[in-house]
């Protein structure tokens, strides 16, 4: 189950440092201007898990093998990414493509690293990225409306041309208010499967990153982002010092301990952000142990025992 979580954000915010943090590499270009990326970059990590460290350890395995999820490190977005402008269209459609995305908003103040908008700012950079998604999923939204009136006038799709016709209506104010797909309320289950094959960007689950300086990340508080992002208790929210994950990759481990307790750190940021990830996208994992292997199987939170069986094998479904 190869879900993708997609890292999104402003120019210049950290995010392909962050990614090369996550993957352990080089892979992603992490440069002083923007656009620096234009292809995604993808890696596959592991979930850390302390269970499956533990069964490891009992019973001593030839091989261990945990669950896994996968980052795209996405182009920097701009204002007007919507209309075209930067990498817009491109940016837009990959981040389509995943299943869930993870904001970096940048926190550090560093005159080296040039900001797009010319300040730090992250409440308006926050702001820019959500207007960009919802301006497009308006524009998905309006021509599904075309197609959905056009379907509802008659012939073989007419009934769920009008239930497609009647969401567009309700939804395309909504989303013209500012307000993210993910906050529209359905009551009908026909509605449901009509807003999925929207495949709306603000429909998307959503994290936020943010990405902080290192003194800013050991005097951090929790409750003074919120606020400076201005979101709510409820969203998803993690702290991380990306330059300082990113150079940790080169640490033994007597040398990342010493860094970690110097910062006040009980875990890897990237750990706390993985495993946020991997709650984001509803996922949970049960543990099959043997001595050529011990694994982690991936499931839906929620799955029946027939279900999390059939990851193993279809036949046990």
Avoid at 54 to 81: C, H, N
Avoid at 183 to 210: M, N, W
Wanted: charged letters at 30%; proline letters at 3%.
């Amino acid at each position: 189950m190869a879900l993708q979580i997609g890292i999104v954000g402003l120019p210049n915010v950290g995010k392909s440092t962050l990614f090369n943090a996550i993957t352990k590499s080089s892979q992603a270009a992490a440069e002083n201007f923007p656009f620096c990326t234009i292809d995604p970059n993808i890696g596959m990590v592991e979930v850390p898990d302390s269970r499956i460290d533990r069964l490891a350890e009992i019973v001593q395995p030839d091989k261990i093998m945990k669950s896994t999820i996968e980052f795209v490190d996405i182009a920097g977005l701009v204002k007007g990414a919507s209309e075209g402008e930067g990498l817009g269209n491109k940016f837009l459609a990959n981040i389509r493509d995943c299943d869930a995305i993870a904001m970096v908003v940048r926190f550090f103040e560093d005159g080296n690293v040039h900001h797009v908008e010319g300040k730090v700012d992250p409440k308006d950079d926050k702001e820019v990225i959500e207007l960009e998604l919802i301006m497009a999923d308006i524009q998905t939204v309006e021509k599904a409306s075309h197609k959905a009136n056009k379907d509802s006038r008659g012939g073989a799709n007419q009934k769920d041309g009008k239930i497609r016709k009647e969401l567009c209506d309700k939804l395309l104010p909504f989303l013209e208010s500012g307000k993210s797909a993910r906050d529209f309320e359905i009551i009908e289950e026909e509605e449901e499967l009509a807003i999925k094959s929207l495949h709306l960007l603000t429909r998307k689950p959503q994290l936020y990153i943010v990405n902080l300086s290192e003194d800013e990340f050991i005097d951090f508080s929790d409750s003074d982002a919120r606020a400076k992002l201005d979101i709510s208790a409820d969203a998803v929210l993690v702290p991380i010092c990306a330059k300082t994950e990113c150079d940790l990759i080169d640490f033994d481990e007597e040398e990342t301990a010493e860094m970690m307790e110097a910062m006040g750190m009980k875990e890897s940021g990237l750990d706390a952000l993985i495993r946020s990830a991997f709650t984001l996208l509803k996922l949970e994992s049960y543990f099959t142990a043997g001595v050529q292997e011990v694994r982690a199987w991936t499931i839906k939170k929620g799955s029946t025992a027939p279900q999390a069986a059939g990851v193993i094998h279809t036949d046990f479904a």
